[in-house]
């Protein structure tokens, strides 16, 4: 939502998190160019750019994890696209990230199934407006398919995915929870493992709500639950557990 | 707004295309029908389901959402992006750790700007300690904000709120 320095409370707290399982986490927050003032392929093109500088540091992407959430989904799943379209992936796969955390991830930029829920903050005339906003075709009014990774997502996205797979988090009464699904349902057909955390309809269900309770919540149990899970996640499904 | 208008906005009345006028006002009292909402909740009042976000929100997470919803419904993107520039979330940043007594950064992070490549490289590293390898790098890829800057017809915005349940559930205490 905004900026990396929005989210700089939180990424010092996930940071703490990380440190409880490994010796010396790192974190690498891109910036990216936002809608309306750019439009796509910049935003993909510059989080490729971003990953590139990520892996310069990490050495490997066998110790990279990428995480996005909303649009950052998308556009992390658009960067594997990007990885093999680059001819990376070729290098026996090294430079593949080895896990992937997406929360509320944005699959699809215009679908039907984006039905507006009762509590969510988000509509689906907004969202599509965005969308509209962020990948106009040439009259301006079309979103292209190429940028919703539900569409782009095809044969051979096992190969292409993390060594380790996914880690999808969405609550289970937000707005993008039926396209959600279906995309899951998509990956696991296609061979992909997806681990998927789905809160039930309630109080913790909403839109990005690992990120919202990090900002509104009362006590410190409930704004980092969340997140606790998906840092667990990370830790337990890559192996890479150091105590 | 009449009466006969605001009557017909809380359903005692069939026809809502008549509300042109006075959408945006209603907005304004959009606020404490959360609180009468939650309050209500609170008292058992409200036959709110269970899977509602409203049972479980304490008044300020309610609050809180209503005011993101109304945002994302109604700011244009310039305004709502204003929100996330660096130049009012770093300065809110060291608010919240003044509020803990903390005058520096608990943690080291560093802003970095890549020129030498296309496009360029923009970013923040969070890092333990920079002069050994990092076992774990988190790349995190923030989201956009999704504002909409065409408004809704204010008798379609009215339409949507009443389907949502908000003045039967919110705004009709007001009244009765």
């Known amino acids: 939502m905004g900026s990396t320095h929005f989210y700089l409370e939180y990424l010092m707290a996930l940071h703490s998190l990380l440190g409880q399982y490994y010796h010396n986490p790192a974190i690498f927050a891109i910036e990216y160019s936002l809608a309306p003032g750019a439009q796509y392929p910049r935003q993909p093109d510059e989080v490729f750019s971003g990953y590139l500088h990520a892996l310069s540091v990490a050495g490997s992407g066998d110790c990279v994890c990428v995480m996005g959430d909303s649009a950052g989904g998308s556009l992390a799943l658009g960067l594997l696209s990007d990885l093999r379209k680059s001819g990376m992936l070729s290098k026996e796969f090294r430079e593949r990230p080895a896990f992937m955390v997406l929360v509320s991830p944005w699959m699809t930029l215009v679908s039907e199934n984006h039905r507006n829920s009762q509590d969510d903050y988000l509509s689906s005339e907004s969202l599509h407006h965005f969308a509209r906003l962020y990948a106009p075709d040439e009259t301006g009014c079309i979103v292209r398919d190429v940028a919703s990774p539900s569409v782009f997502m095809r044969t051979g996205w096992r190969s292409l995915g993390p060594k380790y797979g996914y880690y999808i988090w969405y609550g289970k009464n937000e707005l993008l929870a039926p396209d959600i699904r279906e995309a899951i349902q998509r990956l696991r057909k296609l061979g992909a493992s997806v681990h998927v955390d789905a809160r039930e309809a309630g109080g913790r269900s909403l839109h990005v709500w690992p990120l919202i309770s990090f900002f509104l919540a009362s006590d410190q149990n409930r704004r980092l639950e969340e997140t606790k899970s998906i840092v667990a996640a990370i830790s337990t499904l890559t192996s890479k557990n150091v105590d | ?176």
């Open chain 2, 1 to 176: 707004m009449s009466l006969m208008e605001f009557l017909s906005l809380v359903g005692t009345l069939p026809h809502m295309n008549v509300l042109s006028i006075g959408a945006d006002w209603l907005e304004v009292i959009e606020v404490p029908a959360v609180v009468i909402r939650r309050v209500r909740i609170a008292l058992r009042l409200s036959s709110v389901p269970a899977e509602c976000f409203d049972r479980h929100a304490t008044v300020f997470e309610a609050l809180a959402v209503r005011c993101a919803r109304y945002a994302h419904f109604n700011l244009p993107p310039d305004i709502l992006q204003a929100f996330f520039h660096k130049n009012v979330t770093y300065p809110f940043l060291r608010f919240r750790m003044l509020r803990h007594l903390y005058i520096w950064s608990p943690v080291d992070w560093q802003e970095i700007s890549d020129v030498t490549v296309s496009p360029c490289v923009k970013g923040i590293w969070i890092r333990k300690d920079a002069t050994k390898d990092p076992d774990i790098v988190l790349y995190y890829i923030h989201g956009e904000s999704a504002p909409c800057r065409q408004r809704a017809a204010p008798s379609r915005c009215l339409a949507n709120c009443r389907n949502r349940g908000w003045f039967c559930d919110g705004l009709y205490p007001l009244l009765s």
